[in-house]
């Protein structure tokens, strides 16, 4: 009875890999002192395996940036204007690619499934020499052999390389990606026969993208990539990795098909209709690598229910050819509970990361082997007991107002138009009225407090007051540009650059979330995320934030912006219950939510923006799924807000412009106005409108473009603000940046809202 192992995080148990590469970006540390650093980490990784008990311990699966860009190097496949001549990719040209150089911008990034990892995206045209140019693969397999290892060299395959690709500058509406395919083959063979020559006698390819809505065309672009390599592959045992969703029955007719493949990974957690296909048919003599630990998440398995579900599969594909494997790579959960010093032992026990599924997965095999851990599964068999009773996980009064809301409808009484008129009546803003998005930009000062009071080395009051003065600058600033709807800057929330902020800050108010100090999952390259857990029944005990709210509206006659951050985005940039469905949790956070909405009214807060950074981002990856989750990511939404007045003004913001595709969810969320993403694509945006979709509510299309340091001019705003002028109604438009400020500098800042406050007034007099 075997164990597998997807893939494994990269950054190390503290970041060690993060701070290698900064400091060599940073010219602080050499190339080789990285290197020296990567390697440890892999050792340590290959050596904690095979302590373990792994039978099948991948190789290639550690990167300097990205596992998809190792594969654009691999191929050679590198953009014309990263200025590459040739020979092996060193980390001048694969740094470019990643992050840009002096002169060029770095390529495209895009979301990984629906993770929160980012790959680089292949730039691919017809034209493009592909030459055998990193042999990393290669060279990773050779170094773990040298250390007593012998790894399952892993591989994106060939078609899912293709399948996320995009097609180059210039032939975008014409090119065909998977035309390349007879391109790349030819390079995979190389590293095939280079691996099969250094002695592998296994190789995974992953072929994820098998899992998404594919056409026939594409399921038989799979069929052919494996034909072709068929010759090269014999002697080698071949796996074929899936993960993230179901199969198709389609795609898994096709999978099992593929000529010269011996085994197949698929995702049993994710996957929950992939059992049945098994059972119904899997061919005789190959090998099942049943994903049964989750990849995606950081709870302790259920060891008794994933045992009895092997049992299962162990009679359908036979007891030799059954191999127990997590449900994907565990580079999406943290690396290590042992360096977790601030949870207490009750909630540790509950759960598992990388370090700890590693021996889950051991532990399941041995089991079926006939060598069950008695004292490990019954101390697993207690952790599932205890987070099922536990008082801390369930919360009755939480759940019967959540099972309450189910099924029903919530929606504020009045229609978007007449709340807007009497919004106004009290609001009393001008046309083309200017706010901005919620932070202000963090001075190291302000960091020093912060950081001073964490560590209880500063008093609560003198903290308080250090906030408070913050609040006022920003509050004065705002009134001397004369914007009309203010911010009180978040300062008390907002650490540059980190997303972790927004969400952090409501679950250490809310119980159900516990905090790891190392929790970090990769967001891509050096970037990491340390998302919440939340591990019981969501509650508000006292208000959030209605104090720094209410003492930033007493600084000023103008109104002030309440700032939340909304349902959705705290459960999506969280790590979720596995012991409910997931909109349960996020009806919970609604409801906690609000309260707190509702507390803000109550102290005289008339605009409250609820932010939903993370909507778009939840999106499943099988069409057929998408119209429930917006169903119940809306709904969330308009739980937060049903219970205001029509005086009372609801805002949202969200961080992308590409919602054309989920505009009607976006109207249906009813706010009063949304802010959005806007600057890098205004065509993109303005065309949902102007193809005659209606929208009655006040929207910001971000006017400039934040995420750079460049000052925009008056004239270049007002003829954005023109633009929009062109296709939306006058009285809806509201003029704002495109996203919160707290990564910029006051020197940016300052001039690029006067020039965006005095390009809405000029255009107000010629309204
Ligand atoms: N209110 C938040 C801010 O301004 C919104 C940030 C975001 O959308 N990511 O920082
Ligand atoms: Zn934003």
Redesign the pocket.
């Known amino acids: 009875m075997a164990s597998h192992i997807v893939g494994y995080p990269r950054m190390g148990p503290k970041r060690e890999l993060k701070f290698a590469l900064e400091s060599f970006w940073d010219k602080k540390s050499s190339a080789e002192d990285l290197q020296k650093v990567a390697a440890d980490l892999r050792s340590s990784i290959w050596k904690q395996m095979s302590d373990a008990g792994i039978k099948y311990i991948p190789s290639n699966t550690f990167s300097y940036y990205d596992q998809v860009l190792d594969a654009t190097s691999m191929l050679g496949a590198v953009p014309p204007r990263y200025g590459w001549n040739g020979g092996e990719i060193g980390f001048d040209t694969y740094f470019s690619m990643a992050r840009g150089n002096a002169s060029v911008p770095a390529m495209e990034m895009t979301k990984w499934f629906d993770t929160n990892y980012h790959f680089i995206v292949p730039e691919l045209g017809p034209d493009v020499n592909f030459s055998y140019a990193s042999h990393k693969a290669v060279d990773e397999y050779k170094e773990a052999k040298a250390l007593g290892v012998n790894t399952v060299p892993v591989l994106i395959g060939p078609v899912s390389y293709l399948l996320l690709s995009k097609p180059a500058k210039g032939v975008e509406k014409t090119f065909s990606l998977l035309s390349l395919l007879p391109k790349i083959l030819p390079i995979y063979k190389e590293v095939i026969s280079e691996l099969k020559a250094a002695g592998a006698s296994w190789i995974q390819f992953d072929e994820p993208t098998l899992v998404l809505d594919l056409d026939s065309h594409k399921l038989q672009a799979f069929t052919a990539a494996y034909d072709y390599l068929e010759s090269t592959l014999s002697g080698l045992n071949v796996l074929i990795e899936t993960y993230f969703a179901d199969l198709t029955a389609e795609a898994y007719k096709t999978l099992i098909g593929l000529k010269g493949v011996t085994a197949y990974g698929l995702d049993l957690v994710r996957g929950a209709q992939t059992l049945d296909l098994v059972k119904s048919n899997f061919p005789k003599g190959k090998y099942l690598f049943a994903g049964v630990v989750d990849g995606r998440n950081i709870w302790a398995n259920d060891l008794a229910a994933s045992f009895s579900t092997l049992k299962e599969l162990e009679a359908v594909v036979g007891k030799e050819n059954l191999v127990v494997s997590t449900s994907c790579s565990l580079l999406h959960t943290a690396v290590d509970l042992v360096n977790e010093t601030k949870l207490d032992d009750e909630i540790k026990s509950w759960l598992a990361f990388a370090a700890q599924k590693v021996v889950e997965v051991n532990a399941l095999a041995k089991a079926l082997a006939g060598q069950k851990d008695e004292a490990f599964f019954s101390a697993n068999a207690a952790a599932q007991a205890s987070r099922k009773s536990s008082p801390r996980v369930t919360n009755e009064a939480v759940q019967k107002a959540a099972a309450a809301l189910k099924g029903s409808d919530h929606r504020r009484a009045t229609n978007v138009s007449a709340r807007l008129d009497a919004q106004q009546k009290k609001l009393n803003l001008p046309i083309l009225p200017t706010t901005t ?1 919620g932070s202000f930009p963090q001075t190291l000062e302000l960091r020093r407090v912060r950081r001073e009071f964490k560590a209880n080395k500063i008093s609560e009051d003198d903290y308080i007051k250090a906030i408070k003065e913050e609040i006022k600058k920003v509050v004065d600033l705002q009134e001397e540009l004369d914007i009309d709807v203010l911010v009180h800057g978040e300062p008390e929330v907002s650490v540059p650059s980190h997303r972790n902020d927004m969400v952090e800050y409501f679950g250490e108010q809310l119980s159900g979330f516990a905090f790891t100090v190392n929790g970090w999952v990769q967001s891509y390259g050096s970037r990491c995320v340390k998302p919440p857990i939340i591990y019981g029944d969501v509650s508000r005990p006292k208000p959030m934030t209605v104090f720094w709210s209410s003492t930033a509206q007493s600084m000023t006659a103008r109104p002030m912006k309440g700032m939340l951050t909304g349902p959705v985005t705290i459960l999506n940039w969280s790590f979720v219950r596995n012991d409910q469905p997931r909109f349960e949790t996020c009806y919970q956070i609604a409801l906690a939510i609000k309260d707190e909405v509702e507390d803000l009214e109550k102290a005289g807060i008339n605009v409250i923006q609820i ?1 939903e ?1 993370a909507l778009r981002e939840g999106l499943p990856l099988r069409k057929s799924e998408h119209a429930f989750y917006l169903k119940w990511a809306v709904h969330s939404f308009r739980i937060t807000n049903c219970g205001v007045q029509d005086t009372t003004q609801i805002h949202t ?3 992308y412009s590409n919602f054309n595709d989920i505009i009607h969810s976006i109207i249906d969320m009813d706010a009063d106005v949304i802010t959005i ?1 806007n600057s890098r694509s205004d065509e993109k945006l303005l065309s949902v409108f102007r193809e005659g979709v209606k929208y009655g509510a006040g929207i910001g299309p971000g006017v400039y473009d934040i995420h750079s340091p460049r000052i925009p001019s008056t004239e270049e705003i007002a003829d954005r603000i023109n633009k929009m002028l062109a296709v939306l109604e006058t009285n809806i438009l509201w003029v704002n940046p ?3 400020l707290k990564t910029r500098k006051y020197a940016e800042v300052k001039p690029a809202l006067n020039n965006m406050v005095a390009a809405a007034k000029l255009l107000r007099t010629q309204l």
């Open positions: 998005i932010d950074a913001h969200m961080c993403e495109d996203c919160g």
